[in-house]
Each structure stands twice: as structure tokens, then as C-alpha cells.
């Protein structure tokens, strides 16, 4: 029993170095809500692993909800969750302008709110916790660029921008991004851009489209891999899929690295992922939570790594997806 009661004051001692608040008892234990956009996407699966991971590391309940890309549900999820009282709120919007009312009452309400992914329009959050979206944008760009140089020794060539779900900010930032640096490449010419959601069906029927428009294209940039995986389908089924190094293959670039797109890369399909760490950013959220929690001053806001994955590379780190 001794023992016991040294491994228990031992245990406090540690949780308190990490700076971490633990509830002395039961009834004041930390619930944590969590509301997430869409569980549909393979990127959002794994952020939510690594809430809900970090949650049970820390000693912290969390209650999971889906709005399941409704952006109506998701704001009354979140009232839902006040009414609850929970201790705090951790939320990937899925409109940034939309979620903003409940968002402002969760803080009127003493509840800290920590963006994850995406922010929300014109309210100061806890924390916004996300990947720098302008230069994942602003890299694939550059990926583009550098491509096109090696097909056609200079920097020429015709785009297609699969753009992300209208009205998130990590849509609007990619394409801010990329757009601005694509200026800088005054060889490369953005033939269309339209938005994808997000969503593979919705990007294979916008690639279809606009391959009949601009057959002669060279380069796809999806807002995320769901977009480029789509557009990788529908090449495929209008047979203009060449792998990496044959003659017609099209430069194909997204974000996230997804399970999907790695596996694609290794084909030959998809030249490149910009991969985010989602898992590291949802444990992160929860951290900081507890810390906002305790008094302490949080990182108002914090960017995850991220890192261009190619055939050279996918075999060769440790991907969050796999």
C-alpha cells in the first residue's frame, strides 16, 4: 500500500511538470466537446483520432458530434453542447460564418473554443489551431512550376484549380496562396478554376467537365486530396490517365496525405501530396484546452508541419495515414 501511495504522489508530480490541469474528483472531471464537419473525409478521421487519443492521454471525457457537412446541425450541436456545460469546446467548422453566433455564445458562456482546420469569421477563439494553408497553397504552385520546367524546359503550361468547400477559411487561404503565386509564373496559365467541396464525386463530375473544355491541360491543383483522387477517377475513365514519366501524363498535386493519395502516388497516378499532420493537431487541441483550462496563456495560433510527399519520399517517413 506504501508503495501504491508513492506511485500515485509520483504520478501528480509528473501530470503537474507537463503543466497540465488534472480534477481532484470525479464531479469535476474535464468534459471536452467536440464537433467536427464531416466524417466523410479521411483527413477529418484522423484528426479526430488524435482528439479523442489526446483525450484519453490527459484524463479527459470528450463527446464526439458530427454535423455531417451540415452546417445548421453543427451550430445547434454546439448549443447543445453549452446547454451541456461542458468544459470546453473544440470545433473544425464547416462554415466559417455560419458556426460564428454559436461559437460567440460557447465564449460568452466562460466555455474556451479552440478552432481545429478552419477558422470562424470575426470571433477571437481560444486558439485556432490549422496547417499554414497560403503556403501549402503557395507550394503547389511552386510543385506546378518546377514540373512544367522539367517537361518543357521552361516554366509553361496550362492549369485546372480544383477549389475547396466555399466559405471555410482553409478553401479560401489554399486558393489565396496558390493564386498569388501563380502570378509569379507568367507561363503557366490558370485555364479554370472551380470549387470541388472537398468531395471526390464532386471533382470527378468538375474534372469530366472541364476536361472536354481544356483537353490540352497539364497540371491539376486540388484543395485536398479528395479533390485530386476525384480528378485521378476521372482521368481514368476517360482514358487520359498516364503515369509519371509516359507521354500525356498530366502533373496531378493536392493536400492532406491521405491513405488514397499515397497509394496513388506509389502508381504512378498522383505526383505529389502536401501532407498535413491532422492527428498531431487534434492531440495538440486538447492540450491546449487543458492549459486555457488552467489559467495559462494559449497559443493564439499554432501551425502544424507539413510536408511534400513524392514517389521519392512515401516509402521513407512515417505518414500519419498508414
Known amino acids: 500500500m506504501k508503495n501504491f501511495g508513492k506511485i500515485l504522489v509520483l504520478l501528480g508530480v509528473f501530470v503537474l511538470a507537463l503543466g497540465l490541469a488534472v480534477p481532484a474528483t470525479a464531479a469535476d472531471k474535464v468534459v471536452i466537446g467536440y464537433s ?24 479527459v471525457e470528450v463527446i464526439t458530434v458530427n454535423a455531417n457537412g451540415d452546417s445548421a446541425k453543427q451550430a445547434a450541436d454546439v448549443e447543445d453542447l453549452i446547454t451541456k456545460k461542458v468544459s470546453a469546446i473544440i470545433i473544425n467548422p464547416r462554415d466559417a460564418e455560419a458556426i460564428a453566433p454559436a461559437v460567440k455564445k460557447s465564449l460568452a458562456a466562460d466555455i474556451p473554443v479552440l478552432a481545429l482546420d478552419r477558422g470562424v469569421t470575426g470571433v477571437d477563439v481560444t486558439s485556432f489551431l490549422e496547417t499554414d494553408n497560403v503556403a501549402m ?77 481544356h483537353p490540352d491541360v497539364d497540371a491539376f491543383f486540388g484543395h485536398n486530396d479528395d479533390n485530386t483522387v476525384g480528378a485521378e477517377r476521372a482521368l481514368k475513365a476517360m482514358g487520359k490517365l498516364a503515369k509519371v514519366g509516359e507521354k500525356g501524363h498530366i502533373y496531378i498535386v ?55 510527399i513524392n514517389i521519392d519520399n512515401v516509402d521513407k517517413r512515417a505518414n500519419w495515414a498508414e
Open 36 to 59: 467536427i464537419s464531416t466524417l466523410n473525409n479521411a483527413f477529418f478521421v484522423g484528426m479526430t483520432r488524435g482528439v479523442e487519443t489526446g483525450g484519453k492521454n490527459l484524463n
Open 254 to 308: 493536392g493536400i492532406d496525405g491521405i491513405k488514397q493519395a499515397l497509394d496513388s502516388i506509389r502508381k504512378g497516378h498522383i505526383d505529389c501530396t502536401i501532407s498535413q499532420e491532422p492527428v498531431m493537431m487534434g492531440e495538440k487541441s486538447v492540450e491546449f484546452a487543458l492549459e486555457s483550462l488552467a489559467g495559462k496563456t494559449v497559443t493564439k495560433h499554432y501551425y502544424t508541419p507539413f510536408t511534400a
Open 137 to 213: 497553397g503557395r507550394l503547389g504552385a511552386d510543385l506546378i512550376a518546377e514540373a512544367m520546367k522539367a517537361k518543357y524546359g521552361e516554366i509553361k503550361g496550362k492549369v485546372i484549380e480544383l477549389g475547396g468547400l466555399v466559405g471555410t477559411t482553409a478553401a479560401r487561404d489554399r486558393g489565396k496562396g496558390f493564386n498569388d503565386q501563380l502570378k509569379k509564373y507568367p507561363g503557366l496559365e490558370l485555364v479554370a478554376s472551380q470549387p470541388a467541396d472537398f468531395n471526390q464525386e464532386k471533382a470527378y463530375n468538375v474534372t469530366t467537365n472541364l476536361m472536354l473544355a
